[in-house]
Nanobody, 119 residues
């Protein structure tokens, strides 16, 4: 199973950005599989952001829920993270991952993509 993140590297404060995770070697429609988004800010630990699973049920970190949306495109075998009203505190490496629950406990991880929020 391989996961690959893609998206903008630089975003301005107050804007919205989206990251897409393209999955190969597994189907995002598989049951009992959770597709997670996790980030790591400079000097901080990993932070679980949210997850999506079949059939189209999503879960969110309460601290980010108001600004986060996770969706999926089964025809492309991709799932997407959208984060609104960003600030420099959202600067982080963002990872997509596959696991058996909506948590940071994941078996497969993407390599991560850097998103910097700066004017």
């Amino acid at each position: 199973v391989q996961l690959q993140e893609s998206g903008p590297g630089l975003v301005k404060p107050s804007q919205t950005f989206s990251l897409t995770c393209t999955v190969s070697g597994d189907s995002i429609s598989a049951v009992y599989i959770y597709w997670n988004w996790i980030r790591q800010s400079p000097g901080k630990g990993l932070e679980w952001m949210g997850a999506i699973t079949s059939p189209d049920r999503s879960y969110y970190n309460p601290s980010l829920k108001s600004r986060t949306s996770i969706s999926r495109d089964t025809s492309k075998n991709q799932f997407t993270l959208q984060l609104t009203d960003v600030t420099p505190e959202d600067t982080a490496v963002y990872f997509c991952a596959r696991g058996g629950s909506a948590t940071m406990e994941n078996t497969y991880w993407g390599q991560g993509t850097q998103v910097t929020v700066s004017s």
